[in-house]
């Protein structure tokens, strides 16, 4: 794998044991030389290939140091990274034990598509209806054609079709009406920003995929 060490795919946690944000493989590994973060070494359920049956809970987690980390072995299916003297295992999932706070980011001053649908959970916010990806889109509640403003305080989520068919119209033209008051936009924390996993270790401490294991 080539510039392992630039490749953003290791969890970071806080004491907490809550997933914060995403290290790259040579930002963890400096952390975990000079103590600032442990390492998970996780043992799975192995199939009959010598392979991490998918959908299991791990076997055991244990977070360990850096004296320890460079001693554990590769195995067949770790990712590894190589110097002229070691080969050692790329940790997945780190830990700051310093650091027990959850990180917030504060919604950007102009609206996104993505955002306005996280702000909304998803939902048509004319008909309560819980869109799948495609079926939705901004609406700006009074239309920039209109002399509406494309701020936080006028744009919601909206099923597309009703979005095409309202045009440039209000609310009380289209015969529409808000199931609820526009809400001002949380902060996001870090947890909600990591959308998927990116290596089955992750999955363990993630709270959207965790109960998805048996």
Known sequence: MKNIADAHFVLKLNKLWQEIGVASVGKSLVDLVTGVVEAMNIDWELDDEGVPVEGKKPIYVEPVTWDRWVNLPVRPY??????????????????????????????????TNQSVQHRDGGRC??????????????????????????????????????????????????GLKLIRPIQKPKPIEAWEKIKRPKHRDWVPFMRKFSSRLQ
């Open 125 to 174: 916010q004319y008909t309560g209806k819980l869109l799948s990806p495609g079926e939705g889109n901004v609406d700006h509640v009074i239309p920039l054609g209109r002399g509406g403003r494309n701020t936080w305080d006028n744009v919601v989520w909206s099923e597309r079709n009703l979005n095409l068919v309202k045009g440039d119209k209000l609310n009380k033209e289209a």
């Open 78 to 111: 770790d990712i590894s990274i190589r110097s002229t003297k070691m080969e050692i295992r790329v940790p997945m999932v780190v830990i700051a034990y310093g650091y027990d706070k959850m990180p917030k980011t504060n919604p950007k001053k102009v609206p």
